[in-house]
Structure formats: structure tokens, C-alpha cells
């Protein structure tokens, strides 16, 4: 089958935009998941430091065919920080999805507030190119708000969690959330689908893109993603990291337009939907420890303002 791969490179290399001879090498990744998994190749040309192309490869189309889509309207808008989509098909007994490969390589270093802005800015900067063309649909409300509240205050048997719920319900208002602009968001935006080049930041992984279009959900996902190894909550987590949070959710509610009492709204809703869309998509042990954290957001509101938002 890599010799099939290869040809297809090979044979569409003018197509695609892509060098037409030289020597194309691969290496071969794993990409497991409890939840799911494929293979990816990463073609490198005449030696080259970083992939030209990537190849996802896939047992069934759906995965495949929906990152593709993805990929395509995302980069339409946004592509400065988004791999080039090339090709999604069939090849024998697999599903292939071909984009180009993006300079970089998941960040290592240390979080300085300098790292922090930067990703911040690359956040907001997708984020502002996405606005406006989210697929206007009827029952956003219910979508981004009733039903991930109705799945959590459900799941567990902490009282501050349903009366936490009930709060925010009241809060957000359907007429509240008229008022919020609908961004598609990555959806998965976690540091290890972040590559850096210097100081240019890239996205990849796009397959849960649009799956809920509440803004800032990628930041709060992203910046918890920071947090969270540390344990469940401001007690625990790394006081230095903490002391930049305000100002990384300040910077984005101002480079979106949105108001200051916002974020604290939208934080609890990022919560309940990155809980209702894991417990949705049948990854059990991530929502059972992702409960836990929002468990002690109320129970500690007070602490959790501290470390998101300014006094």
C-alpha cells in the first residue's frame, strides 16, 4: 500500500501544487486514541525538515470525509493558520485524507506570558476570520446552552453542580446569547494540536470543527488544557500560570467585541459543553475526571474568577 500512497503523491505532486521530482520519504505515525485512531503518513521531500504533505488513513470514510470538509471551510477564511486541504477519498481497502503539510512542531518550551499572548493572539485571530460564517440554524439556544446543562446537572450527584446550572441557565438567556456571535469553533484545541515555526502558530486536527459555535470555547479549552495536569482547580494548579490567565481572557474578549461580563458567562457554558460533547461522543473516563473540574469551578466560583478574569 506505500507504494500506492506514493504514486498518488507522485501523480498529483502538479495538481497540488507540490514538487513534481526529487525524493519523497515517509515516516509513519501511530495516531491512537481510545476513542478512535488511524495511521498518518508524513511525506518528506529531498530531506526536508518538516512534511510537505500528510496523509490520514482511515478503516471508514465519516471521520475522514468531515475533517476534509472541515478543513476546506475553515481554510477558506482562516489560512494563514490552517493546513492546505488536498484530496479525500478512497485507496483499496482504506480511506485517504491528503493536506499539506504545515511547518512546525508541538510546542516545548516554557509558557512565558510572551508564548501565552502569542497563542492567545492565533486563537482570536481564527476566531475573527471565522465570524459571521458559522450555518445560521434554529435552536442555538438549546444547543449551546439548555442541553448541555440538562446533561450535566444530570450526571453526577453534586448539589453545587445543579444549582450551578440552574444559575447560568437563568444567566444566559436565549435573548443574552442573541446578543454573542456565533464562531465556529476547532473544537479540540489543546497544546498538542498546536505547532509552532518561530513565532507563527498553526492548527491541525479539524474534525470536531463547528461542533459547537460558542466564542471563546477554544481559548477556555485551551488555557484549562494549560491548567488542568496540575489537578482539578485553582488550589492546585501553577500560581505563576495563573497570574497570566486574565490578561490572555481579557486581550481575546476585546480582539472579539465582547463584553467583560461575558466571560465569566461563557467560561461555565465552555464547561458544560466540553462535558455534554466528550460525554456525547462516548469518552467516559475523560468526562468523568472533566466532571470533577467543574465540580470544584462551583464550589470555588470566587477562586475561578480570580484566576480568569481581572478584579
Not at 498518518?40 to 512534511?51: E, K, R
Not at 442573541?178 to 465556529?184: C, F, K, M, S, T
Not at 479540540?188 to 494540536?193: E, R, T, V
Not at 480582539?255 to 466571560?263: Q, V
Request: net charge negative; proline share 6%; glycine share 10%.
Amino acid at each position: 500500500m506505500i507504494s500506492e500512497w506514493k504514486a498518488c503523491l507522485a501523480g498529483n505532486a502538479a495538481q497540488w501544487g507540490m514538487p513534481e521530482s526529487g525524493d519523497w520519504r515517509f515516516l509513519l505515525y501511530n495516531n491512537y486514541h481510545p476513542h478512535c485512531s488511524d495511521m498518518d503518513l508524513f511525506w518528506f521531500h529531498n530531506g526536508g525538515t518538516y512534511p510537505r504533505a500528510v496523509t490520514k488513513i482511515l478503516r471508514e470514510p465519516t471521520r475522514g470525509e468531515r475533517e476534509f470538509a472541515n478543513l476546506r471551510q475553515v481554510y477558506a477564511f482562516a489560512s494563514e493558520w490552517v493546513p492546505r486541504p488536498l484530496h479525500f477519498g478512497p485507496q483499496g481497502r482504506f480511506w485517504t485524507l491528503w493536506m499539506e503539510g504545515v511547518p512546525g512542531a508541538p510546542f516545548q518550551g516554557s509558557l512565558t506570558p510572551e508564548v501565552l499572548q502569542s497563542m492567545t493572539a492565533a486563537v482570536s485571530g481564527i476566531h475573527r476570520a471565522l465570524i459571521g460564517t458559522a450555518v445560521k440554524s434554529e435552536g442555538r439556544w438549546q444547543r449551546v446552552v439548555a442541553a448541555p446543562l440538562e446533561s450535566l446537572a444530570a450526571f453526577g450527584d453534586a448539589a453545587a453542580v445543579r444549582e450551578g446550572c440552574d444559575r447560568i441557565r437563568a444567566r444566559a438567556s436565549a435573548e443574552w446569547l442573541d446578543g454573542v456571535p456565533e464562531i465556529p469553533q476547532h473544537g479540540d484545541l489543546y497544546a498538542g494540536n498546536l505547532l509552532v515555526d518561530g513565532d507563527r502558530w498553526r492548527v491541525v486536527d479539524w474534525e470536531g470543527f463547528g461542533l459547537t459555535d460558542l466564542p471563546a470555547y477554544d481559548l477556555y479549552t485551551l488555557l484549562l488544557s494549560l491548567l488542568r495536569p496540575d489537578g482539578h482547580g485553582p488550589a492546585e494548579w501553577n500560581a505563576r500560570l495563573m497570574q497570566q490567565m486574565p490578561s490572555l481572557v481579557e486581550a481575546y474578549g476585546k480582539r472579539i467585541g465582547l463584553a467583560a461580563g461575558d466571560m465569566p458567562v461563557l467560561l461555565t457554558l465552555t464547561l458544560a459543553n466540553w462535558f455534554y460533547l466528550q460525554w456525547r461522543d462516548g469518552r467516559t473516563e475523560f468526562s468523568e475526571r472533566l466532571y470533577r473540574t467543574i465540580q470544584d469551578h462551583f464550589e470555588h466560583e470566587a477562586s475561578w474568577e480570580r484566576v480568569f478574569f481581572s478584579a
